[in-house]
């Protein structure tokens, strides 16, 4: 493969933090300003995967991997009507923070640079920056809002303006992020098999529709604002609840589809699901001071104390005194820091988790859950 000419060695960068902290550093991608709520992952691997996550919509990530985009980018190949190498149609996160950019990668299925496609997608990226310090303040503060802004080549950013919008930068999580990144439009997936489950799109990761159709189950993806009435028409199997970006609470019209839904079918959710599937069914959730961003977080199970590593993207949690009133159990928990990280209803076919077992990237140790939910709808 041939290296790219690139020009972003020539662009100067600026982070600012809400706080007033900032760090100057080189620029790639799109030379622009944007803004959103600073995370952190500590994933090794697997940007092509996380940054097209439509979780992250509405956060500048910060990846704490020292070195990124040396295997380059892959194509976007279909295979079952979905990218093969994303989990999503675009770039989803407003903005990427990095220590190191690898300018020349190489890989057998690279296609461009990094910057090349931060660039294709107008997203802006800052590196050379001490993404160590960056992380330990967030995980000292808590996740905070920033503004991220890329100039043009011998362009000089204007500190005390950037400092001033610093003071006021609109919080993502006030917004229904969710409605942002899901279908408009009903999109049917068929396969060769006898079941069909409704997918309600809360910013579904493709990985997620792959495990289905890979069990020949098919899939109707839905917006996630459709009524309950509305998905029951497609006389579905079973309904599946998708991972996705915000505040769970701003999720009204789909709490109340899923606070029917899971009299009716068989009901498996994911991440943001999870949460919903708690709020629907009388829980709580909460806002996580730093959230839970990488490819090593363990679940262990609280009826076979046996532990899993899991992949994980959220900044929201169940509370768990909330679920006593309920007629969901916790099912999983985090050792690292006692949250909940799965549920399962008491008496009905209904689960979810707060982990991705689909990966991408990350481990597959709990794949074995789509077959769990398959096996429901076999008994359904």
Request: hydrophobic residues 35%; aromatic residues 10%; positive net charge.
């Given at each position: 493969?041939?290296?790219?000419?690139?020009?972003?060695?020539?662009?100067?960068?600026?982070?600012?933090?809400?706080?007033?902290?900032?760090?100057?550093?080189?620029?790639?991608?799109?030379?622009?300003?944007?803004?959103?709520?600073?995370?952190?992952?500590?994933?090794?691997?697997?940007?092509?995967?996380?940054?097209?996550?439509?979780?992250?919509?509405?956060?500048?990530?910060?990846?704490?991997?020292?070195?990124?985009?040396?295997?380059?980018?892959?194509?976007?190949?279909?295979?079952?009507?979905?990218?093969?190498?994303?989990?999503?149609?675009?770039?989803?996160?407003?903005?990427?923070v990095i220590h190191e950019l690898c300018h020349n990668p190489y890989h057998w299925a690279s296609t461009r640079t990094l910057d090349k496609w931060l660039s294709d997608e107008g997203i802006p990226g800052i590196y050379g920056v001490d993404t160590r310090h960056l992380t330990k303040k967030l995980r000292a503060h808590g996740v905070m809002l920033g503004i991220l802004k890329v100039c043009e080549a011998e362009e000089e950013p204007n500190l005390d303006q950037l400092l001033t919008e610093a003071k006021s930068i609109p919080d993502p999580n006030l917004t229904d992020l969710a409605r942002q990144v899901s279908v408009k439009e009903p999109v049917h997936y068929k396969v060769d098999g006898k079941h069909t489950v409704v997918l309600i799109d809360c910013g579904v990761k493709y990985s997620i529709i792959r495990n289905l159709l890979k069990r020949k189950i098919s899939v109707v993806r839905v917006p996630y604002d459709f009524s309950a009435k509305e998905i029951?028409?497609?006389?579905?199997?079973?309904?599946?609840?998708?991972?996705?970006?915000?505040?769970?609470?701003?999720?009204?019209?789909?709490i109340d589809s899923v606070r029917e839904l899971v009299e009716k079918v068989p009901l498996m959710g994911?991440?943001?699901?999870?949460?919903?599937?708690?709020?629907?069914?009388?829980?709580?959730?909460?806002?996580?001071?730093?959230?839970?961003?990488?490819?090593?977080?363990?679940?262990?199970?609280?009826?076979?104390?046996?532990?899993?590593?899991?992949?994980?993207?959220?900044?929201?949690?169940i509370a768990n005194e909330s679920i006593k009133k309920t007629p969901l159990e916790a099912w999983f928990m985090n050792p690292?820091?006692?949250?909940?990280?799965?549920?399962?209803?008491?008496?009905?076919?209904?689960?979810?988790?707060?982990?991705?077992?689909?990966?991408?990237?990350?481990?597959?140790?709990?794949?074995?859950?789509?077959?769990?939910?398959?096996?429901?709808?076999?008994?359904?």
């Open positions: 493969m041939v290296p790219e000419l690139n020009s972003s060695k020539n662009k100067k960068a600026i982070l600012i933090l809400e706080d007033g902290t900032f760090f100057v550093g080189k620029g790639f991608g799109e030379s622009k300003k944007t803004s959103g709520e600073v995370v952190f992952s500590t994933s090794m691997v697997g940007y092509p995967e996380a940054l097209t996550d439509p979780s992250y919509k509405g956060q500048v990530l910060t990846l704490t991997y020292p070195l990124v985009g040396n295997y380059g980018v892959p194509a976007y190949e279909l295979n079952l009507g979905l990218p093969l190498y994303f989990e999503s149609d675009r770039i989803q996160v407003q903005g990427l029951m028409e497609y006389k579905p199997r079973g309904v599946f609840l998708s991972n996705g970006p915000g505040d769970p609470k701003k999720c009204v019209k789909t994911i991440c943001l699901g999870a949460q919903i599937v708690t709020l629907a069914l009388g829980g709580d959730t909460y806002k996580l001071k730093y959230g839970h961003r990488s490819q090593n977080q363990p679940a262990l199970d609280l009826k076979t104390n046996r532990c899993y590593i899991t992949t994980q993207n959220h900044g929201y949690a690292n820091d006692k949250t909940v990280e799965g549920v399962k209803h008491k008496s009905k076919p209904v689960f979810a988790v707060q982990w991705h077992p689909e990966a991408a990237p990350g481990p597959y140790d709990t794949g074995f859950l789509f077959g769990t939910f398959a096996k429901m709808l076999e008994a359904a």
